[in-house]
C-alpha cells in the first residue's frame, strides 16, 4: 500500500507511492518579497510565466518528479536516482545560493535547482560513504592502538 503524505496544511495527500522514487528531497525558496519566488517555481515545474503580481501568504509548494545523475569524483556519469522534489515557496526574506534567473525566458532556472540537487546529493553521498569505510563508526575514526601507543610511547611530546 502507498504512503500518505502530509500537505503543506496537514491534511494527507493520498497516491503518492514511495516505490515511485528514490529519494523526496525539499527545497525551500527564500528572499524578498517581490522577487520571483513563486514566479521561478512555476517556470521549472510547470515551463510556464504569468506577469501577474501575486504576494505568496504564508507558504505554498509545488512539486517535480525528475530522474538525477549524479556526477562523479572524476567527472563520469554516476548512478541515477528518481527524485520526488518539493518546492516550498514562501514569504520570508532569508539568505540562499545566489543564482541570477529569469522566470520570464527560463534563464538559468532548471540549471539553479540542478545545481542545488547536485549539492544535496553529493552530500548525502559523501556522508554515507564516510560512514560506511572500514575504521569509520559515526563520522569518527576508530582506531586500534598497538602496544607502543598504549605504552606512552606515541612520540607525543605531552
Not at 83 to 102: C, K, M, N, V
Request: with cysteine; aromatic share 8%.
Amino acid at each position: 500500500m502507498g504512503e500518505t503524505v502530509p500537505s503543506p496544511n496537514g491534511s494527507p495527500t493520498h497516491g503518492t507511492n514511495m516505490a515511485d522514487y528514490d529519494y523526496l528531497i525539499k527545497f525551500l525558496a527564500l528572499g524578498d518579497s517581490g522577487v520571483g519566488k513563486t514566479s521561478f517555481l512555476y517556470q521549472y515545474t510547470d515551463k510556464q510565466f504569468t506577469g501577474n503580481f501575486i504576494s505568496t501568504v504564508g507558504i505554498d509548494f509545488k512539486e517535480k518528479r525528475v530522474v538525477h545523475r549524479v556526477p562523479g569524483l572524476d567527472g563520469s556519469v554516476g548512478r541515477s536516482h528518481r527524485i520526488h522534489l518539493q518546492l516550498w515557496d514562501t514569504a520570508g526574506q532569508e539568505r540562499l545560493p545566489y543564482f541570477e534567473t529569469s522566470a520570464a525566458s527560463g534563464q538559468n532556472v532548471a540549471k539553479a535547482v540542478e545545481c542545488l540537487l547536485d549539492m544535496v546529493m553529493m552530500r548525502m553521498a559523501r556522508s554515507i560513504d564516510v560512514s560506511q569505510l572500514p575504521g569509520m563508526r559515526n563520522g569518527h575514526t576508530t582506531r586500534k592502538f598497538d602496544s607502543e601507543e598504549t605504552s606512552g610511547n606515541s612520540g607525543c611530546a605531552c
